[in-house]
């Protein structure tokens, strides 16, 4: 069975980084895309970016386009998320999410394997 785990969260000032990492086990994700969301309080899981399974294609939300990258090393079975000039409402649950497809979606509903959640907090 496969398992993602995200890391990287954490406590960011406004116009801050971070790095979030999305590391995948027991199996290999190199022909899976994967998708980043995150949720905040009292609102609905939202859609950040996608990637494809080579990295040849990338999507982004338009609250995100131009501050964050998405990236994948697939020889470390591993994906990443750039967040550059944050933004106190970029505070939320982000998770990892994987879909048995060389395509990514930023309908949260086609994936098949999602992480646990990692806790992303920017103060103004």
């Known amino acids: 069975q496969g398992q993602l785990v995200e890391s990287g969260g954490g406590l960011a000032q406004a116009g801050g980084s971070l790095r979030l990492s999305c590391a995948a086990s027991?199996?290999?994700?190199?022909?899976?895309?994967v998708g980043w969301f995150r949720q905040a309080p009292g609102k609905g899981r939202e859609f950040v970016a996608h990637?494809?399974?080579?990295?040849?294609?990338?999507y982004y939300a338009d609250s995100v386009k131009a501050r964050f990258t998405i990236a994948r090393d697939n020889a470390q079975n591993t994906v990443y998320l750039q967040m550059n000039s944050l933004k106190p409402e970029d505070t939320a649950v982000y998770y990892c999410?994987?879909?048995?497809?060389?395509?990514?979606?930023?309908?949260?509903?086609?994936?098949?394997?999602w992480g646990q959640g990692t806790q992303v907090t920017v103060s103004s």
């Open positions: 999410a994987a879909r048995r497809d060389p395509l990514g979606s930023s309908d949260y509903g086609v994936y098949d394997y």
């Open positions: 027991g199996r290999a994700f190199s022909n899976y895309a």
């Open positions: 990637i494809s399974w080579n990295g040849g294609r990338t």
